[in-house]
């Protein structure tokens, strides 16, 4: 059962919000303040934190600062209302998992706790690893798919060290525990650590652990994550994120099989496969961007390349079937398919957050309808509207490339959003990273 500290000084927000969790099956301690919630972080027992930003001794932000200097790994959603929504934003960018505001939708709630417990490193602790997997996402049967499917077969038994090419949202941790699962380290842990979202000066720490008294904040000894992956696979995602002393700390451990804790003389003997991953080409970009080429070549034993959604719309009804089928077990509902409007409205459109979009986009779907079909006016905005471009581009025999209508939907997203980039990435279904280097690419800063 996962555990959940929850911070509120409204004590009726927090009664609501502590019987809604116990009912759907989570451990729940609530405190008032700053100091009480730091006390309770400090002794280890919280899975994941839920604060309010305005607090009696403090705010959500200290309690988000101090989680991130003695547990980085620890979730952190912040409550705020809507006049703090720039704080919320701040908070994302610091490294919070989410945020959501006031009046609270418990069902929006319960989604992003669900959604922050089961990533990464906390798969094991909340119903094991290879049962989420399995409800993750399926495979799909088009000839890209298959593809995939032999690439990952024919790796998996190896002991070669991995690197996993695709864009946001393809799925690349899935085709990683795949890999695990398939190998003989399947009975071993599978640790995934997301490189983008660690800050750089703790980096180091969070990979090779450290030793009590070895910086300021190093209040005890910490197991990094090379050592949890012992006997396993340690699966680094958006490793090109990495700074340049912790890419030679990398590399050296890659060909030593050796690592050595912060503030330690004393070598640890590891043995974990290495998995990693990136959005964006790690060799072109070594130069430019300060990534090693002698790490890229001891990662890239083996590449496996992701296609997009794009590139494989024959899995597209596939997926949606499968979407539909998690989002009705997991809100209770009964949706039984899509119309064949809504569906052609999804075929044409070019899904720039890939699966994890689609799924974003059916879970809404689901959650909204009141019927047991999906119809068009469930889609979000932006969809319908690149639909209507789309037919309208057909009419004056007119065509835009893909990249434009991507800086389109972006453009438009922005201005929607008011220039708000932590919520333009969650409607894109992208992580702020990429949308950082889309806006980039496309002068929209």
Known sequence: MAKILLIEDDLSYSRIIQNFMENNGFEVRSSQKVSDGISIIRSGWPDLIITDYRLPDGNGMEILDFTLKVQPSLKVILITSYSDIRIAVKAMKIGATDYITKPINPEELLESVREALMTGENLDAYGGSESYQNQEYIEGSSDNAKKLEEQIALIAPTDLNVLILGETGTGKEFVAKKIHHLSSRKN????????????????????????????????????????????GTLFLDEVGNLGPETQMMLLRAIEERKIRKIGSNTEIQINARIIAATNEPLKAGGIDRGFREDLFHRLNEFSISIPSLRERKEDLKRFINFFIHQSNIRLKKSVSGISEETFRILREYSWPGNL?????????????STINTLTPDLLPIEIMETSRQTHSQQEDGSTKSLEQQEKELIQKTLMETKFNKSQTAKLLGIDRKTLYNKMQKYDLT
């Open 188 to 231: 071993g842990p599978f640790i995934a650590v997301d490189c983008g979202a660690i800050p750089s000066e703790l980096a180091s720490s969070e990979l090779f652990g450290h030793v009590k008294g070895s910086f300021t904040g190093a209040i005890d000894n910490k197991t990094g994550h090379f050592e949890r992956a012992n006997g």
């Open 356 to 368: 994890r979009e689609l799924k974003n986009v059916i879970r809404r779907a689901v959650l909204l």
